[in-house]
């Protein structure tokens, strides 16, 4: 029987629970796609977690990481309306010297102080890649493969959560990521990819289905109760008993199996999951009543039952979405402070349960926006910066190559557009490589997770690729 994983996972996105397990889910399914789990030999003990925040839309990076010294003329020339007031921007002072001097948004003030602490660090002109190009010259030469579709929104996004420029395809590296770990959890019930977005690419797999949580409650998604009419306390018994009569069945078809299976498992893993996360204890650290920030306390929340849940592995996503700022650099501007601020107060939360050293949190967008502005805000580029933050990272430093931002293709060969899109020096599978390597991924297995790794990092190497992690 050849099964459709695409029909497989429209069908369990719209079945009766949102919420999903994944043992007895996938051993039907499992066995009607004949699939072979891939086992990493890079396990190590102890419990880690991956924080992935999609900032959904294009960040406008250039206004998150700027010049502020003596190249401060070159980017508010460039910037014209966009540009931030040098006397603004906050100062950086990384503890390796860079040859520019670097600033942040003003709004930014929390992610300064996790900087100065040595908790978070940047990534600076990083993006999609098939292979190194060089310069514009190469860009336009017709002998390197770009990215397919460059500055298309949904294009670029499924690009930095499969890691595969080259193509379209549905599987994300956090789920081929999951496929290999996933045995390093001693509860199978609830997934080692945990979602507050619902489904997402980067974690879609052939074989492992993500759990979706809520920011709300005890975050288990439940089947919705009756509502709007009278007595509903006991209408909602008559549609509960009704549930665990359909999933207790023994059917002779296997879809039906596969359906009850599904309800069962799903209504088991919300029971497990929503009574552990009910038992722990308030936090201390606050947490603001925006969305991102309360994304962020039920991922601290469950990354605090990992014991009670069984879990040694966890990956979780996290989506905030506005970035697509083509007509305001006001709401730019709020979102930084936005970010800023959850990012602080998550960290906070994670140091107050001493898990900080075994979560690392980053970020990735579809794309950096143009230097340049268009009138209002700017348009849609390519190469940008990104943020990482955990106990584990080589913090207060600033990673990559940061790129002159001149207009002129001859000073500035990284520059395909007279709006200001410049090439990455960096890759996204040099960032992921060493991410999954820090999480325990064995060098083998690598390139199973990223395809791409080959053309920019030898997974042999002694020295990692970009060196953000301890």
């Not at 990083?126 to 190009?133: A, K, N, S």
């Amino acid at each position: 029987m050849n099964f459709n994983p695409y029909s497989r996972r429209r069908f369990l996105k719209h079945s009766a629970c949102a919420a999903m397990g994944t043992t007895t889910i996938l051993n039907t399914l499992l066995d009607l796609c004949k699939t072979k789990a891939v086992g990493s030999s890079g396990m190590t003990t102890g419990y880690k977690a991956l924080v992935c925040i999609l900032f959904d839309g294009g960040n406008d990076s250039y206004n998150m990481l700027m010049p502020r010294g003596s190249e401060y003329s070159e980017y508010a020339a460039v910037r014209t309306n966009l540009a931030i007031p040098q006397a603004d921007i906050l100062p950086l002072n990384p503890i390796t010297p860079i040859p520019r001097d670097l600033g942040i948004h003003p709004n930014m003030g929390a992610v300064k102080t996790l900087f100065d602490n040595g908790k978070l660090s940047f990534i600076s002109n990083i993006g999609t890649l098939v292979e190194p190009i060089l310069d514009v010259t190469e860009y336009n030469s017709g002998t390197v493969t770009r990215p397919q579709k460059l500055y298309s929104h949904s294009d670029q996004k499924q690009q930095w959560q499969t890691s595969i420029a080259q193509e379209r395809t549905s599987l994300g590296w956090g789920g081929r990521t999951a496929e290999l770990l996933s045995s390093m959890n001693s509860n199978q019930n609830i997934s080692l990819n945990i979602s507050l977005e619902g489904k997402n690419i980067f974690q879609a797999s052939n074989s492992i289905l993500e759990y979706t949580i809520s920011n709300e409650g005890n975050g288990a998604l439940l089947i919705d109760p009756i509502s709007g009419y009278n007595n509903q306390g006991f209408l909602n018994t008559i549609r509960n008993t009704g549930v665990d009569n359909i999933a207790s069945q023994n059917y002779l078809n296997v879809l039906e199996k596969t359906i009850a299976n599904l309800t069962g498992s799903s209504i088991e893993a919300s029971e497990i999951f929503s009574a552990a996360i009910a038992a722990v204890p308030p936090f201390t650290s606050t947490f603001s009543d925006i969305d991102l920030s309360e994304d962020l306390h039920m991922v601290a929340k469950t990354i605090a039952a990992r014991n009670t849940l069984g879990m040694s592995r966890q990956i979780f996503f996290v989506k905030t979405g506005g970035f697509d700022t083509h007509t305001s650099k006001l709401t730019h501007d709020n979102l930084m402070l936005t970010v800023s601020t959850a990012m602080s107060e998550f960290y906070a939360a994670l140091e107050e349960i001493g898990i900080q050293d075994d979560v690392v949190t980053f970020t990735i967008s579809d794309f950096a926006r143009t230097t340049t502005s268009n009138g209002n805000g700017s348009d849609h580029a390519w190469g940008g910066h990104q943020m990482v933050m955990g106990g584990a990272i080589n913090g207060q430093e600033i990673y990559g190559a940061y790129p002159s931002l001149d207009l002129d293709q001859a000073a500035n060969p990284l520059n395909v557009s007279d709006r200001g899109r410049l090439i990455p020096t960096t890759s996204c599978d040099e960032y992921f490589a060493e991410l999954i390597s820090w999480f325990g991924v064995s060098d083998g297995d690598i390139p199973y997770v990223l395809p791409n790794i080959g053309n920019f990092y030898s997974t042999s190497s002694t020295t990692p690729p970009i060196g953000f992690l301890l």
